[in-house]
């Protein structure tokens, strides 16, 4: 749980770096989750900003100076704040791996191992959500850039 508690806080680093001014620094903490990452503005939360922790439209963004082509590439500044190193979505998947992580390491003594089959079927909506998104941007499809995809498909549910 410790390299899930240093994952998870090192999001939190990259904005307090360029609060503090640190720029080289916290431009490499946002290279580093990068990897993981898509770091969408419109899609993140933003620290240090006028209400402590604020989202965003991309509108806002590309009102701000955001490139559109690089759109990950803001990182905010000190009127708006500055951006988690990684986007909301990634950060509560991370945020809830820890947690859940924590309240095993109480109760895993009193709890059965699941059997493969159904702790495959738990996996199974991950598997196919970050193979979906990894599908879209390696393509050059970019279907995974709006929910528009999601609608089409459930017509809307």
């Known amino acids: ?25 916290a431009r490499a903490v946002y290279t580093f989750y990068g990897l993981n990452c898509h770091q969408l503005p419109e899609r993140s939360y933003f620290l240090f900003g006028p209400n ?9 963004v590309l009102a701000w100076g955001a490139d559109p082509g690089y759109l990950r590439g803001f990182v905010g500044n000190a ?21 859940a992580g924590l309240a095993f390491a ?26 979906s998104h990894v599908t879209s941007e390696v393509t050059g ?7 528009a995809w999601l609608a089409a498909l459930t017509g809307n549910a």
């Open 79 to 99: 009127g708006v704040g500055f951006k988690m190193a990684m986007a909301g979505r990634n950060t509560a998947i991370y945020s809830t791996l820890l947690v």
């Open 141 to 147: 499809l970019a279907f995974r850039d709006s929910n």
């Open 1 to 25: 749980m410790d390299d899930a508690a240093l994952f998870v806080g090192g999001t939190l680093l990259a904005p307090w770096l360029m609060f503090l001014g640190l720029e080289e620094p």
């Open 52 to 60: 402590g922790i604020d989202t965003y439209s991309l509108e806002q």
């Open 106 to 131: 109480v109760v895993r003594k009193r709890v059965r191992p699941l059997p493969v089959p159904a702790f495959v079927l738990l996996v199974l909506p991950m598997v196919v959500d970050g193979f």
